[in-house]
């Protein structure tokens, strides 16, 4: 059974740090690509970053955020830095193989979420 596990959401003022990490079990995602969305309140989900041997970021996150994975593990990462207030949502992690990595429709797996909240 495939599962995706993120962890490392929570609570933190506006310019601190957070990692999320996105534990993979059931398969390989060695040719999937890796995504990161997420989902603020009342609104829809947004790709925030990917890698796929490539990496993508949304200009909202470009220069703070830095998407990462360690193979061995089977973990992608994604250290937010500098948070703000309007980062705040609900983190998704997704893997799929998928040839737009910044859509969501192209993801196959899903995790099941976790929360990001900076106060201000």
């Known amino acids: 059974q495939v599962q995706l596990v993120e962890s490392g959401g929570g609570l933190v003022q506006a310019g601190g740090s957070l990692r999320l990490s996105c534990a993979a079990s059931?398969?390989?995602?060695?040719?999937?690509?890796m995504g990161w969305f997420r989902q603020a309140p009342g609104k829809e989900r947004e790709f925030v970053s990917a890698?796929?041997?490539?990496?993508f970021y949304a200009d909202s996150v470009r220069g703070r955020f830095t998407i990462s994975s360690d193979s061995a593990k089977n973990t992608v990462y994604l250290q937010m830095n500098s948070l703000k207030p309007e980062d705040t949502a609900v983190y998704y992690c997704?893997?799929?193989?998928?040839?737009?990595?910044?859509?969501?429709?192209?993801?196959?797996?899903w995790g099941q979420g976790t929360q990001v909240t900076v106060s201000s």
């Open positions: 997704a893997a799929g193989r998928t040839v737009a990595p910044r859509s969501a429709l192209g993801y196959e797996f």
């Open positions: 890698s796929s041997g490539v990496t």
């Open positions: 059931g398969r390989t995602f060695s040719n999937y690509a």
